[in-house]
């Protein structure tokens, strides 16, 4: 198979249409990749040239340097939604293994739990606890999201009066922004096109949106006031179902109107056999808004190790069955499966290549990281029930940070700047001269031309 590249044009949505024939998912077959790693090398890792000051001189003696890459430039990313349902034991785990493996989290901003009309003091320390934790461990932070249709207080639910709720909504918005000027990265509206779908069920945000004049007027409001409250952030427009056409038509219609955002969100939760992308889908789709300009983030990614349903509709019946157990006290989640743990680790393997080879693509966030309370009750973690990590987690860490890796030991002459090419993202080091061993860290940047100076002095 030859991965193609394609534009922007009502043809390629043909693709969009075609149905997946339903496999069982129990052994995965490798993806070719063909040309992967060479783009890999292309655009993601580059020359940096690197000077050495002390006291305001450049070195004289010999050195030794020890650096290594701590941090990528790319997002690799998971989603902490679930970290507040599990015990304190289990979230001193959960933290260890995100700061050991990833660079980028989501936290969860749902309206349902930000009430205004409840106490917030609980909800604000514990929110502020994450982000400090994140800024603590030098992890970037997403905010999810700004406005939803779903997971409401009842109040938001039942808002009648559209012109009062448009006043609340902006507050809403204006005191998440200001209130975390960490977080530099936000889901303005989740799934903007899915308002007035069939499965969603009416409220105050879907009222306000026929009052703006619809879907695409509302979004152009959203994000007018949020550019004018905290500008320069990186603003997503994320939906479930990239493959919609009516997406494409979305983001298009934001590049026409100048809407200011930076980067388009693909979500793909592959719980049913036909969800699964295979290796061209996965590709043309990416390919598919590439000409749009933008990021594109994988927002919410879903790679279970239990049972796949065959469809929507199989799937739908179950999480009706889970939902009234639930309700009684019981717990109905699906349970990992051998098998298909050494399935989820190939897959997730291949799946991470590709989309690291795409120029375009700027993030990859994991949904869950346990199956414990996971979403839905699949298996989809890359750790089990009792927080151990499974085959994926392994092979997902040995990707990030030892294939995908930059360790650099050398001697050098510091008369002259050392050069080596490495993956984009943060260093930290040391440099050793003669008896003496200097710490250093510096940014290895795309673009830049220039030679990072490091100074030595003051050690």
């Known amino acids: 198979m030859t991965i193609r590249f394609i534009a922007v044009s009502y043809a390629v949505l043909a693709f969009f249409s075609l149905s997946v024939t339903a496999q069982e998912h129990l052994v995965h077959t490798p993806w070719q990749l063909d040309g992967a790693q060479d783009r890999i090398e292309k655009i993601r890792k580059g020359t940096v040239q690197l000077a050495f000051v002390l006291d305001g001189k450049p070195l004289e003696d010999k050195a030794h340097v020890n650096l290594e890459l ?120 989740n799934e903007a096109i899915a308002p007035f779908k069939n499965h969603v069920t009416p409220s105050g945000v879907t009222r306000w949106i026929t009052h703006k004049g619809g879907i695409y007027l509302a979004m152009i409001a959203l994000y007018d006031f949020a550019n004018k409250t905290a500008p320069n952030k990186t603003y997503t427009n994320n939906h479930y179902e990239p493959t919609d056409p009516e997406f494409l038509k979305l983001n298009e219609y934001f590049i026409e109107q100048n809407v200011g955002y930076q980067a388009i969100g693909m979500q793909a939760h592959m719980q049913t056999h036909d969800k699964v992308f295979d290796e061209q889908e996965l590709w043309d789709l990416v390919s598919t808004f590439t000409p749009l300009g933008k990021d594109i983030q994988f927002t919410e990614v879903t790679v279970t190790s239990s049972k796949l349903f065959n469809n929507w509709k199989d799937h739908g019946a179950f999480l009706e ?68 990590p499974k085959k994926a987690f392994f092979t997902l860490k040995k990707l990030i940070k030892n294939t995908w890796s930059t360790k650099l030991k050398t001697e050098f002459n510091p008369s002259e700047e050392l050069t080596f090419s490495g993956f984009y993202g943060k260093y930290k080091g040391t440099v050793s001269i003669g008896d003496k061993t200097y710490k250093v860290d510096f940014l290895h940047a795309k673009g830049n031309t220039e030679p990072v100076v490091l100074d030595l002095s003051g050690q």
């Open 321 to 388: 069955d889970r939902n009234a157990a639930r309700k009684t006290g019981k717990k109905m989640n699906l349970p990992s499966i051998k098998q298909k743990e050494i399935f989820q680790a190939a897959y997730i393997k291949d799946f991470y290549t590709l989309l690291f080879s795409h120029p375009s693509v700027s993030s990859i966030t994991m949904w869950n990281l346990t199956d414990k309370n996971a979403w839905r009750g699949h298996a989809a973690g890359i750790l089990d029930e009792d927080m151990q």
């Open 70 to 189: 701590i941090s990528h430039a790319f997002s690799f990313g998971v989603s902490m939604t679930q970290a507040s349902s599990l015990s304190n034991t289990a979230q001193v785990i959960y933290q260890n293994r995100v700061k050991e493996l990833f660079n980028f989290v989501t936290l969860g901003f749902y309206w349902a739990a930000r009430d205004e009309k409840n106490d917030l003091t609980g909800y604000k320390r514990m929110m502020r606890q994450k982000v400090d934790w994140a800024v603590a461990n030098d992890i970037k932070i997403k905010g999810h999201p700004l406005l939803w249709h779903e997971s409401l207080p009842q109040w938001v639910i039942d808002h009648q009066d559209s012109v009062a709720l448009e006043k609340i909504i902006f507050k809403r918005i204006q005191d998440l922004l200001l209130d975390y000027p960490e977080i530099q990265y936000w889901d303005v509206y």
